[in-house]
């Protein structure tokens, strides 16, 4: 057991996966000899070589191109964009090949690719430095999508992703990373694809992911002076959902709010409102609500707070939904 922040995490999980197998590559912009601009990937160059830990040009849709053949040549990419609005240039190489190769050989190609994304707002950065583009990637079929909320998750989901055969997505949220946890690095970790319950509760459950996870728990710890139990849920995987752990909570609660920082239309949310209307209609007590960011651009970071969802916003919606 070591205490680590969500950053050392990512690191050590990744050391690991460069250790246990010679076929996995670190690629990315400054990854090598600065250790990336978050420093996750820091003295890994050093450790294993720049032919293991490679600075690539700027150029994300070449480092999605690059990763495409090294999978085709039985390697397991790992690449870093850089930060989450620097994604859009590689999206095309994402969608029309990593994607599809699998299903357009008949399995014949395999993709073990994982694009590390920082993502999210919070940390008072300039324009496409602060945006949450999982829904793009949620949407296309032939991607998993993951993403960490804590150091442990960190440290062990890292790891399942790169010995993962599926090309992965894993989204890890900026704002999060210097925050400390628990890491056993001796566990048995759970299934990449499960969601977890962080706190158990009666009354009405938050479902949320990544950054917002440590938001959803002080909300329900403050509701909880007020005589409310809350249930909250971290998804941890978007692609697939785990809905029978979220809808045997909604069920029991009968209260549902979905909680994340990216825009409201067609965001997660929208998904998992739609799945739970469904799968628990008889057992709803209250519509299901979402606490999401705004329909606009990712704002200015002077009035990025008036943007993000906090513990405010929460227990507004929390009250809304326990008055029906």
Request: aromatic share 8%.
């Amino acid at each position: 057991m070591a205490t680590m922040t969500l950053a050392k995490a990512l690191n050590a999980g990744l050391r690991r996966a460069l250790e246990a197998d010679p076929k996995v590559l670190l690629a990315g912009e400054d990854i090598g000899k600065l250790g990336g601009v978050f420093r996750i990937t820091e003295h890994l160059q050093r450790d294993f070589g720049p032919d293991r830990v490679i600075d690539s040009p700027l150029a994300e849709s070449g480092i999605l191109g690059t990763a495409v053949g090294l999978a085709m040549r039985g390697y397991r990419p790992v690449v870093e964009i850089q930060f989450d609005g620097f994604v859009y240039p590689a999206y095309d190489q994402i969608i029309s090949q990593v994607s599809r190769l699998y299903f357009r050989t008949h399995g014949h190609l395999k993709m073990p690719i994982v694009i590390r994304i920082p993502y999210g707002g919070g940390i008072g950065a300039i324009e496409h430095h602060s945006e949450s583009p999982e829904a793009y990637f949620a949407h296309t079929p032939g991607l998993k999508v993951v993403t960490c909320s804590n150091p442990l998750d960190a440290y062990w989901m890292m790891q399942q992703a790169i010995a993962s055969n599926n090309p992965i997505v894993f989204f890890e949220p900026k704002r999060r990373y210097h925050e400390k946890g628990e890491v056993d690095t001796e566990i048995e970790p759970m299934p990449l694809f499960q969601a977890r319950v962080v706190k158990p509760g009666d009354d009405l459950t938050l479902i949320t992911y990544g950054p917002m996870v440590r938001t959803c728990v002080e909300a329900a710890l403050a509701a909880g002076e007020e005589g409310r139990n809350i249930e909250v849920i971290d998804l941890r995987s978007l692609a697939p959902l785990d809905m029978p752990t979220v809808i045997e909570s909604v069920t029991k609660t009968g209260r549902a709010i979905v909680v994340h920082e990216a825009a409201m239309t067609l965001g997660m949310g929208s998904e998992i409102a739609a799945r739970l209307q469904q799968a628990c209609f008889y057992s709803l007590e209250a519509p299901v609500l979402r606490v999401t960011g705004y329909d606009i651009p990712y704002p200015p970071s002077r009035v990025e707070s008036a943007y993000l969802p906090d513990l405010d916003r929460v227990l507004d919606a929390v009250d809304r939904s326990m008055a029906y």
